[in-house]
């Protein structure tokens, strides 16, 4: 099978998932709310910010050590997405949140989700220069990262840690950091890397795909729940395929293993 | 003209003109949709190096504001201040192949980075202690899995039964292979669902 044909399957597929994610935001606006499973620690975070504000200590929240514009920078963006709605929670339970940045290239962009989490709340006030701090540069890895916040996290002594994003070697420190300050972690992992860390050491992780899912699952709109619904159709696809691969695979016939290996 | 530059709408269109231009120029290949990528890309470098500015003044305010007001530890804000102006006066006077600037690098931030990398295997073990307790069947399974693993690679293992590796190793391959792919997969499509919800003005906290 050649590189051409590869492409244009593809690319129909993508075009296939725009159509669905359309569809479903069209079925949001006119008002059709979909059953969404609940995601235990998406709702832990809501709970963990009222316990904080309870016991007047801070937030702290970050969206891992990945620039935007890298290969996975898709992560931050999405990590961004559950620290603006860190930021609305902090703001309508008042509760001093900050958050933690390595990437400069990151920066105004998470000042500005942050920012707009406190202005929708109509809190605006509650976001002040030291809300979002920029805390290192680091372009051989994370480790001086993970080291400062592990001396920010004695000295602030956070009651919930929500590392979002992805993260690297230095997951460990944090989550020790965090636990040593008696803070809650919460936690999103993608698979294979850092995943063991998470689930060994944070109270809550979101798994792989929860943690694409949360900035829409937070919103409760009926638009954004809609447009999860699209992913679950074309896990069925996936499944489908994969169903039809080894079925094939059985009676000898290697076209579609071929093609999805290529 | 400003109502224009603070609308919800514009970061969103940039995003996805960006996109779209990014994802036809791999599908489709266009002189000139090739070199509008490529300048797309020139641009995220451009704007990577000036918010490198933007972070290095939010980091001065940040760490100036601490010792004016002589916060807890400030002493090590000015120990950071100190070694960011040391850096930046060699790296711009002497150039940054020069020797001393290289010395400076590779025997005070290198040995310090590794330092801190290999502390970390005593917050694995301390993570260890604390995650891997019997509180119910999943966590339970879960150190009986790591009890196998550890044997399997162990040199003692092999001593103790020879079917400590087969099963190691089948637990490795067969059970969390396939569970890894198949959260692979489902972030594989949430990622690509993340990223059109991005480009339609969906994603909550992306230019919203």
Redesign the interface.
Known sequence: MNNMFYKIVTFGFLILFFVLILFNIQRGKEGFIPKIRKIAPLEAINEAIGRAAEMNRPVHGAAGVYPINSQWGGLTLVGMSILNYVARLSARYNARAFFTNMESINHPALLEAVRSGYVAEGRPELFKEDTVQFVIQDKVDAMAYGAALGTIFDRERPAVNIMVGGWEYETLMVIQAAHRAGAVTIGGAIGVWRLPDFVAGADYVLLGEELMVAGAYVAKDPVSLCSIQSQDWIKFIVLGLSALGFILNLAGVHVLTDFLTM | MSNILKSRELPILVLAVVSLIT?FD??IKIPALQSLAENTNQF?YI??II??????I??F??HL?KIRAKK??WI?SVWTLAMIFVTFVLGISLGIESGTYSYWFNNIYIP??SA??G??VF??Y???F???KARNLESTL?IVALILALLRDAPIGGVIWSGFAPIGYWLKDVITASA?RA?????G??????????M?G?????G?
């Open positions: 994802i791999y599908y995220a704007i990577s918010t490198l500015g933007v972070g290095a939010a980091l305010e940040m504001k807890q530890d090590f310090g980075r801190v990398a502390m970390i917050f694995a301390a993570v260890a604390r995650g891997f879960l890894l959260i692979i997969v489902g972030t499509i949430g990622g690509v669902a993340a990223g059109i919800r991005a339609l969906q994603e909550r906290g992306v919203t």
